[in-house]
C-alpha cells in the first residue's frame, strides 16, 4: 500500500486552483468588455447622475443659502442624491435585465457544466456594476466641488463606510431582482417599480433632508433613505448616526441573504 506524501499534495491541487483562477479572470475580462460595449448602460450609470446634478445646479435658487438648511444649500443635498442614482441605476436598472437574460437563454445552465461556475459571471456582473457606482460617485463629487463649490465630505472616513454600506445595499436588492423575475421582461417591469421606489426614498425629487417630519422618518427606515442621511451628515462634517448606518447595513444583509436564497442558475 502507497502512502500519499503530504509535500506534494498542495502542489497537486495547484494547478487546478490555478485553473479556476485563470478561468474567473477570463469570465471577468470577457463580461467587463461586453459592459464597456453598451454605452446605454454607462450613460445612465455615470453620466446622466452627473448631468443632472448639473442641471439642478444652474439653478440661481438652488445655489443659494438658506437657514432652512442650516445655511447650506439645496445643490449641497443634492450631491449626495447623485452618488445614490448612480448606485440605483447600476444595481436596479442595468445588472438584473443582463442576469435574467442570461438565465432565460440557458447561459447559466449550460455555464454549470463547465469548470467556469455560474458564480463567476454574477460576481463579475456585481463587481463591474459596484465599480461603476463607485465611478460615477466620484464623478458626481468632483463636478459638484469643481462646478458648484460644493464641498468635499468633511467626514470622509464616515462617507467612505455609507457609500460601501449603500453599494452593497443596492447590488444586493438588484440580485434579489434577478432572483424574483425569471425574464428579461419580467425584471425589466419589476425593476421600473422599485427604481421609481427607490428613487424617492434616495431623494431625487424631493432630498430627504427637505421632506416633511412624519415622511423623513418612515423614509429612514428605507435602504436609501438612510444612506442619504448618513451621507448627507458626512458630507456635512459629522459622523453618519449610528441608526442610518445601521439601517443601511442591515437591509444589506437581509437583501443579500434573500437573494441568495431565492437565487437560482435556470
Known amino acids: 500500500m502507497t502512502t500519499a506524501n503530504p509535500a506534494t499534495a498542495p502542489a497537486g491541487r495547484a494547478p487546478a486552483a490555478s485553473s479556476t483562477t485563470s478561468a474567473h479572470r477570463a469570465v471577468l475580462r470577457a463580461e467587463a468588455r461586453l459592459f464597456l460595449r453598451e454605452p446605454g ?48 441605476m ?29 458564480s463567476a459571471l454574477l460576481t463579475a456582473q456585481i463587481a463591474l456594476h459596484g465599480l461603476a457606482a463607485l465611478g460615477s460617485a466620484a464623478l458626481a463629487m468632483a463636478v459638484g466641488r469643481i462646478g458648484f463649490g460644493v464641498a468635499l465630505p468633511g467626514q470622509p ?3 467612505a463606510l455609507a457609500l460601501l454600506l449603500a453599494v452593497v445595499s443596492v447590488l444586493a436588492l438588484g440580485s434579489l431582482l434577478c432572483a424574483l423575475a425569471r425574464t428579461a421582461k419580467a425584471s425589466a417591469a419589476l425593476g421600473s417599480v422599485v427604481y421609481l421606489i427607490t428613487m424617492f426614498t434616495a431623494g431625487v425629487w424631493i432630498p430627504v433632508q427637505s421632506m416633511p417630519d412624519t415622511l423623513r422618518t418612515i423614509v429612514r427606515f428605507t435602504p436609501f433613505g438612510s444612506a442619504s442621511e ?31 436564497r431565492l437565487f437560482r442558475w435556470e
Request: glycine share 10%; hydrophobic share 55%; net charge positive.
Open 41 to 88: 448602460s454607462l450613460f445612465w450609470i455615470v453620466v446622466f447622475p452627473t448631468a443632472l446634478l448639473t442641471i439642478l445646479g444652474l439653478i440661481p435658487s438652488f445655489r443659494e443659502h438658506t437657514d432652512d438648511l442650516g445655511g447650506r444649500r439645496v445643490i449641497d443635498l443634492y450631491v449626495p442624491v447623485a452618488v445614490l442614482l448612480g448606485m440605483i
Open 90 to 118: 447600476a444595481g436596479l436598472q442595468a445588472m438584473p435585465p443582463v442576469l435574467t437574460g442570461y438565465r432565460e437563454r440557458g447561459i447559466l445552465r449550460r455555464m454549470s457544466t463547465t469548470p467556469v461556475r455560474p
Open 157 to 159: 472616513i464616515g462617507y
Open 230 to 260: 448618513a451621507l448627507n451628515r458626512a458630507a456635512a462634517g459629522s459622523w453618519p448616526e449610528l441608526a442610518h448606518l445601521g439601517v443601511t447595513a442591515l437591509w444589506a444583509v437581509l437583501l443579500a441573504f434573500l437573494a441568495t
